[in-house]
T-cell receptor, first 115, second 112 residues
């Protein structure tokens, strides 16, 4: 049972345009959501997060939107740059997970930004 | 530099030959965890540790062991590796709930 879903395996956009990566979740206990970025031969690196008490969080070119009623979040990158080309993982966690600060990850979306 | 260090980066071994993947962090984090990444499956948690001498199973613990004798180290042990454990493994650490999970650069394991 996949609790975090990224239904688009890949996305291609032109440099300077907006990239929108989507993520859906099924577990209503999730209350903290994160996006990680992964380059080849490197580990995932934290990009941006949002708590369930908010519906938007912005950090420079990156904005994450959360729609709790739809159990949906999205990552917007504006403007997209070739260096943004990477695999993006959506992840979620729950305070009710007790002592396990486990992140449940989606399968990832490969973003390619074309010059 | 704050980091999580895994060794080796690449490992090819044969079925049944015990191996250990080391993980060390220099951020004084209490929480450490191991994940595996497989095509089409994303990252799945294997084991985690809340502190020294405290470990517990994640989602896919079968075939793995861990130990946490020191705060900075969290080795992953495969006592009898099998081909279905061929995967990309990541160690991660965190200061706790609400804090960022920091990942190592990964260990690509092939079991023939």
């Amino acid at each position: 049972d996949q609790q975090v879903k990224q239904n688009s395996p890949s996305l291609s956009v032109q440099e300077g345009r907006i990239s929108i990566l989507n993520c859906d979740y099924t577990n209503s206990m999730f209350d903290y959501f994160l996006w990680y970025k992964k380059y080849p031969a490197e580990g995932p690196t934290f990009l941006i997060s949002i708590s369930s008490i908010k519906d938007k969080n912005e950090d420079g070119r990156f904005t994450v939107f959360l729609n709790k009623s739809a159990k949906h979040l999205s990552l917007h990158i504006v403007p997209s740059q070739p260096g943004d080309s990477a695999v993006y993982f959506c992840a979620a966690s729950s305070n009710s997970g007790g002592s396990n600060y486990k992140l449940t990850f989606g399968k990832g979306t490969l973003l390619t930004v074309n010059p | 530099e704050a980091q999580v260090t895994q060794n080796p980066r690449y490992l090819i071994t044969v079925t049944g030959k015990k191996l250990t993947v080391t993980c060390s962090q220099n951020m004084n984090h209490e929480y450490m965890s191991w994940y595996r990444q497989d095509p089409g499956l994303g990252l799945r948690q294997i084991y985690y540790s809340m502190n020294v001498e405290v470990t517990d199973k994640g989602d896919v613990p079968e075939g793995y062991k861990v130990s946490r004798k020191e705060k900075r180290n969290f080795p992953l042990i495969l006592e009898s590796p099998s081909p279905n454990q061929t995967s990309l493994y990541f160690c991660a650490s965190s200061a706790g709930l609400g804090f960022t999970l920091h990942f190592g650069n990964g260990t690509r394991l092939t079991v023939t």
